[in-house]
């Protein structure tokens, strides 16, 4: 992904991550609560099998669209 391409996806995941912060469910596994923002960045390297810095451009859209989904769709 081109540097302009990964800067407007890492605001993209602080500001999602902002809002889905409170919507996480407690986890035993985060006693000191969950981190939204990794959270995002780990269901996009689960779903794409890169980190959000490695997936293509052509994909680009495909992940703002899958990190607005994880806002609509928390677990």
Known sequence: MNEDN???????????????????KPSPF???GRNAYAHI??????????????IPNEKYEEVILFIDYLL???D
Request: proline share 8%; aromatic share 8%.
């Open 41 to 54: 960045a780990l269901c996009i390297k689960e779903k794409f099998g890169l980190s959000y810095k490695d």
């Open 6 to 24: 990964k800067k407007i996806i890492w605001k993209k995941i602080q500001n999602t991550g902002d809002l889905l912060q409170p919507l996480l």
């Open 72 to 74: 609509a769709n928390p």
């Open 30 to 32: 985060h006693p000191k």
